[in-house]
Each structure stands twice: as C-alpha cells, then as structure tokens.
C-alpha cells in the first residue's frame, strides 16, 4: 500500500485568500487525484493530476479555480483560488494502484474559510 | 451515468448486535465497487472490494460484503458490532476514478 501524507493538515483562511495544498507519496505512482468534501457531503472527485500535463477537471470543477501541479510522480498540489465560505472543505488526495485494483487516501487537509 | 445509493444517512446498532449497512448503485456493466471507513478527524480506509468471482467478500475488521447483481446492490455486514466500529461509511464504484455514495454514518450504542 501507498503511505500518503498532506499538508497543511488544517487551515483557517480568509476569503478572497488562496491556499495551497501538498500531497507526497512515498512511491512513484502513475494516478493521482484531488477529492473534496464538503461538510456533512460524500466525496466529490475535482480532477486527476496528470505528471507532465494539465490536470483533467470534472464537471463543476475549474483549473482557474483550483489549479493543479504535477512535477513528479510522487508529489502534486491542489490550490483552492479566491476563496469563499463555500470552499470551507476536507480536500483529500488519493493515488490509484492498479496492481492491487484499489485508491488509497491522504488524511485530508481541513479547511475553513471566514 | 455510474451513480451510488446509500439510502440509510445514519443508523443506531447496539454494542455486540449486527449490522448491515445498504448500498446500491448504477452502472452499465460489471462494477468495481468498494467500502470504506472514515473515522472522526481520520481519513478514509478501505475495508473491502469487489471486481469479479465470489460475490461474498471478506474484508478487514471483520466485515463483509456481497454483491447481488440482480439487485444491483453491495451491502455491507457484520455480525457483531464494536463500539470502536462507529464512524461514517462510504460505498464506491468504478476504477480510479470513483463516485462515493452519500454516506451512512454508523452509532453504536452501549
């Protein structure tokens, strides 16, 4: 299994503030992706990091928004962009292991928004 | 469209009692489907999935699931609940890029 770990773990912004979040994983991995939920919500997936190119967002979701960095195959970052209240979430990254058909998932950065 | 249906948004087991915990979902061909677990302030850990072959599936903690394709659904059990099992289950589908169900979040009381 993938050992992954964020940062920052938890932050309180202020709107119109941006804030970036880190993902390392502990082994080279070919999928990536950013999730968000929302207080009280399921997981929403916002787009998958691809290494060496631009991310691919989801339907709601955009890069101007939440920009994504893929430098290596280990490490990526999510920025939440301009924030609101309404971006006050748990923004967790997960890695794809198609060897074992399965995701594992960060801890989740918790962030509120005032 | 793929999509899953948690119907039970929380529900109360006694400590010891079982418990059984609904999943359904959508989607056009053999799923790959999954639970797993969110702790308070944890992140989410997997307890078990399904891709194809035996559709009981055993998976960590003591928990199983089966897949009934005639009833599209992959519900979750356990035969004897722990107080330490309370937390906020999740169904999954699909192959890296997952769609979650809303969640049921799981009370055990004493």
């Known amino acids: 299994s993938a050992v992954i770990s964020q940062k920052p773990s938890r932050d309180i912004c202020q709107r119109g503030t941006s804030l970036t979040i880190q993902c390392q994983v502990d082994s080279q991995v070919t999928m990536m992706f950013w999730y968000r939920q929302q207080p009280g919500q399921s997981l929403t997936l916002i787009a998958t990091?691809?290494?060496?190119?631009?991310?691919?967002?989801e339907s709601g979701f955009v890069i101007d928004k939440f920009p994504i960095s893929r430098p290596n195959l280990t490490f990526s970052t999510l920025t939440v962009s301009n924030m609101s209240p309404e971006d006050s979430s748990i923004y967790l990254c997960?890695?794809?292991?198609?060897?074992?058909?399965?995701?594992?998932f960060g801890p989740g950065t918790r962030l509120t928004v005032l | 469209a793929q999509s899953v249906t948690q119907p039970d948004i929380h529900i109360t087991v006694s400590e010891g009692a079982s418990l059984e915990l609904r999943c359904n979902y959508s989607y056009g061909a053999t799923p790959y489907l999954f639970w797993y677990v969110q702790s308070p302030g944890q992140g989410l850990q997997l307890l078990l999935k399904y891709f194809s072959g035996d559709t009981l599936v055993q998976g960590i903690k003591g928990f199983e699931a089966e897949f009934k394709r005639s009833q599209s659904s992959f519900n979750l059990r356990k035969p004897s609940v722990h107080w330490s099992d309370a937390a906020e289950y999740f169904c999954a589908l699909g192959f890296q890029k997952l769609v979650f169900g809303t969640g049921t979040r799981l009370l055990v009381s004493p």
């Open positions: 997960s890695v794809g292991s198609s060897e074992l058909n399965e995701q594992f």
């Open positions: 990091a691809n290494q060496g190119s631009e991310a691919t967002y």
